[in-house]
Every structure is written in structure tokens, then in C-alpha cells.
């Protein structure tokens, strides 16, 4: 019902302003005459040269412009894929580097009664043996889907990684503005 009123508030609203502008006189002529009459001298003539002159200009700095800005954002891009890959393959080994071969081979905790080692023992989970962990057939062994071991200093590594990413990022956007 609101919107009902609304719009034939809307409705009526434009009719009374289009009956004014092209049936009522002011002086000689409507609104509509006298926007026409102006329309139709030289100095508004020249105006719409101009305009259009102006437009033409900013239409072509447009077409010149897009490409530029899309090949740096494109290199940004690039450079930023390029830095985490690099950052993902520097911090691989490092999550390996101080652990020690019993440890390593550490299965992952699966149940939420798993015990977690003492605080100087590198932070690995050790699952009770009454929860072994069994593969399931459907999951593919995926760096994603295994919870990985991982070490103070693999941590320091990440972060650092993560910073010199964030810099490069930074520069590479601040060079394509």
C-alpha cells in the first residue's frame, strides 16, 4: 500500500512538472520555449562545441589510459603470484629442517583426547594410541588435508616471508599508480 502511494505520488508529481514546463507561459513563452531559445544562440552553441571538443579529448586519454593501468595491475599480479610461490618453497624445507627423525614421523592428532608435548619438545601433537588415524579411500593425499608438523623457526620463517611479501606488494602497487 506504502508504495502504491508512493509512486502515484511520484506519478502525479511529474505530470504537474511536465504541464508546467510545457503549457504554462512565462511572458511570451513556456519553460520549454525559453530552454529552447537559449539552447539555439550562438554562445550556447559555442558552449556545446566545447563540451564536446573536451569530451572527445578525455575519450581518447581513456582508451590510451586502460591499457597502461591494466598491463602494470597485470604485473602487480604476476609479481605478487610470483613472491608466494617463491615464499611457499622457502618456508617447505624449513618446516622439516629441526625435527628430528622420531618426531617427524609423528602421526597427527585426530580426536580432540590427544595429548600435546611438553613446551620444549618442538610443538608436536601426538595422538593416544586408541586413536590411530586411518586414511579414508575418498581423500587424496594433499598437503591441505593433513595437518603438517610444524616448528618454532618454520613459524619465524613464515612471518618473515610474509613480510617481505607485504613490501613487495606494496611496491609493486605504489609503481603501477
Do not use: C, W
Amino acid at each position: 500500500m506504502k508504495s502504491m502511494l508512493k509512486f502515484l505520488f511520484t506519478f502525479s508529481l511529474t505530470l504537474a512538472l511536465l504541464y508546467f514546463a510545457f503549457f504554462v507561459k512565462l511572458g511570451e513563452q513556456s519553460l520549454f520555449g525559453h530552454l529552447q531559445s537559449i539552447s539555439q544562440t550562438t554562445e550556447a552553441q559555442l558552449l556545446g562545441d566545447e563540451i564536446e571538443k573536451k569530451a572527445a579529448v578525455t575519450r581518447e586519454e581513456i582508451r590510451v589510459k586502460v591499457p597502461e593501468v591494466s598491463a602494470k595491475k597485470a604485473q602487480a599480479q604476476q609479481a605478487a603470484r610470483h613472491a608466494i610461490t617463491k615464499a611457499k618453497t622457502a618456508v617447505a624445507p624449513a618446516k622439516t629442517a629441526n625435527t628430528t627423525p622420531a618426531k617427524a614421523q609423528a602421526k597427527p592428532a585426530t580426536s580432540p583426547s590427544a595429548k600435546v608435548a611438553a613446551p620444549g619438545a618442538n610443538n608436536v601433537v601426538h595422538a593416544p594410541a586408541s586413536h590411530k588415524a586411518s586414511p579414508s579411500p575418498k581423500a587424496s593425499p594433499s598437503p591441505k588435508a593433513s595437518p603438517s608438523i610444524e616448528t618454532a623457526s618454520a613459524r619465524q620463517v613464515t612471518a618473515q616471508d610474509k613480510a617481505a611479501l607485504s613490501a613487495l606488494i606494496r611496491e609493486k602497487s605504489a609503481a603501477a599508480n
